[in-house]
């Protein structure tokens, strides 16, 4: 099946879904900050008439509702090697834990790659799945997320993560 999308109805607001064949290439939130190309995303589908989409919508129902605590769809993110490595490692924090992004800088060998390692999570298509929201700042703080803090700041809790308290932003 070609590249196709749909939007699911979420707790965290209408997610963007964009799949080809049999996997999932991105999940994106309302204003997300990098959000596909609008000739990207293919053609439009329904949710419910879509095998994959339903199963994430399922399976994305089940974690928001504590019952899940991983993902078991395909993937195919794009993205280039140094991405696609910061990714792989976003898949191994154990849920209801947090890192920083130094930390995941000196797990890949360099503490000066800090700033890329946080590029390369701001740009992580695969939201929620792929969980970038457990990267936090030096201190523990909520930092950038391409769905919003207040929506880190959800799925942290959701997941029973420390949060360090913060003033609310809305």
């Known amino acids: 099946m070609s590249r196709r999308h749909a939007t699911l109805s979420t707790p965290l607001g209408e997610l963007l879904v964009v799949a080809e064949g049999e996997a999932l290439l991105g999940i994106y939130f309302p204003g997300h900050w990098h959000?596909?190309?609008a000739g990207t995303i293919g053609v439009e589908v329904s949710a419910r008439d879509d095998a994959l989409i339903t199963r994430l919508g399922?399976?994305?129902?089940e974690y928001l509702a504590g019952a899940r605590t991983g993902f078991e769809l395909p993937t195919a993110a794009d993205g280039d090697e140094f991405q696609h490595l910061v990714w792989g490692m976003l898949r191994e924090i154990p849920?209801?834990?947090?890192?920083?992004?130094?930390e995941l800088a000196v797990r890949l060998g360099d503490r000066n790659l800090a700033r890329r390692v946080g590029n390369a999570v701001g740009r992580n298509p695969l939201s929620i799945?792929?969980?970038?929201?457990?990267?936090?700042?030096?201190?523990?703080?909520l930092t950038g997320y391409a769905g919003g803090l207040e929506r880190k700041r959800f799925?942290?809790?959701?997941?029973?993560?420390?949060?360090?308290?913060?003033a609310r932003l809305f």
């Open 58 to 61: 399922v399976e994305l129902d």
């Open 155 to 166: 799925l942290l809790e959701l997941e029973g993560a420390a949060v360090v308290a913060q």
């Open 35 to 37: 959000p596909p190309a």
């Open 95 to 102: 849920l209801g834990t947090t890192v920083t992004y130094g």
């Open 129 to 141: 799945i792929v969980p970038c929201h457990r990267v936090v700042g030096a201190d523990g703080s």
